[in-house]
């Protein structure tokens, strides 16, 4: 059984940054896509940004475009996100999760059989 256990959400001024981290433990990781979403207060929840574990391929959604960046380290099956120039309507609770499915799907359509916990990400001044 796939974990995933989010970390590093917390509280950003405007213009900020912050590093999300993705630990997943339980399985191998390398037929999956890992992808980060988010739902903010009263909003559905969407993909940000998913990136295919074997082979590295990233897909991102129109919300994380140039300012967003995911990333792996597979000796320690870590997900990153780093995410630049945060704006108040980042603020969210960010979740990482799992699927065996494409990055694009997997980003736009929320085809996912694994999610984490979720970390809050609050961006005000």
């Known amino acids: 059984q796939l974990q995933l256990a989010e970390s590093g959400g917390g509280l950003a001024q405007p213009g900020g940054s912050l590093i999300l981290s993705c630990a997943a433990s339980g399985s191998t990781l390398d037929y999956y896509s890992i992808g980060w979403f988010r739902q903010a207060p009263g909003k559905e929840r969407e993909g940000v940004a998913c990136?295919?574990?074997?082979?590295?391929?990233?897909y991102y959604t129109d919300s994380a475009k140039d300012r967003f960046i995911i990333s792996r380290d597979n000796i320690k099956k870590t997900i990153y996100l780093q995410m630049n120039n945060l704006k108040p309507e980042d603020t969210a609770v960010y979740y990482c999760a799992a699927d065996l499915s494409t990055v694009q799907s997997m980003c736009e359509r929320l085809w996912v059989v694994y999610w984490g916990q979720g970390t809050q990400v609050t961006v005000s001044p």
């Open positions: 990136i295919n574990y074997s082979d590295g391929i990233t």
